[in-house]
Each structure stands twice: as C-alpha cells, then as structure tokens.
Nanobody, 115 residues
Framework: QVRLAESGGGSVQPGGSLRLSCAASGLTTGISVTRWYRQSPGKQRELVAHITPTGNSYYATSVADRFTISWDNANHMSFLQMNSLKANDTGVYYC?????????WGQGTQVTVSS
C-alpha cells in the first residue's frame, strides 16, 4: 500500500518562502505523475503543480513564477518550493501520486500566509 506523508507547512509572512516535502512509502512500481493540490478556505481543491517522471512540469497560473515542483526518484520524495508567498496561497496542501492506475493522497499540510 502506497502511503504519503507531507511536511514543511507552517505560518509565514507575505513574501516569505516554504518548502513542502512529501515522502512516499510502499512504492513497488514507477509513478506516472506527482501532483500538489491545495484547498483554500471556502474553495474547492485545486491543482497547483504536477511533474512527470521525465521532468515535464505544469503550474497553475497563479503560482507559475513562484513555485517549483520536483521529484526525487531515488528517495521517493516530492518537493514543492514556494517563494514570494501571498495571503491567497493560504490553505491545506496535499501531495498526490498516480501509481499503476490509482491515485494516492497524503493527509495534507497547512500553509498560512499572514502578516
């Protein structure tokens, strides 16, 4: 069973940075896509970024020039580097892996951007 555990969330002032980590365990096959989602207060969960095993990445327009997604295949870890954080980046961030035709989710990590 694949399990994901996010970490790295916290409270930061606008303009600050955070680096989220997602540790995957139980992987026995290669992944198809790694994604990070967020759910902001009062909003639906939205895709923030994804990366394929070949390194092709996608970013939501709102984060494209501030966030960077990566996948460490040797250690089965995903990272989301978040710079120049804004108040509307506040939310719970979830790691998602698509493996062998199934989606796996972490429990989420809270990010709060406030002065």
């Amino acid at each position: 069973q694949v399990r994901l555990a996010e970490s790295g969330g916290g409270s930061v002032q606008p303009g600050g940075s955070l680096r989220l980590s997602c540790a995957a365990s139980g992987l026995t096959t290669g992944i198809s896509v790694t994604r990070w989602y967020r759910q902001s207060p009062g909003k639906q969960r939205e895709l923030v970024a994804h990366i394929t095993p070949t390194g092709n990445s996608y970013y939501a327009t709102s984060v494209a020039d501030r966030f960077t997604i990566s996948w460490d295949n040797a250690n089965h870890m995903s990272f989301l580097q978040m710079n120049s954080l804004k108040a509307n980046d506040t939310g719970v961030y979830y790691c998602n892996l698509y493996v062998a035709g199934r989606d796996f989710w972490g429990q989420g990590t809270q990010v709060t951007v406030s002065s």
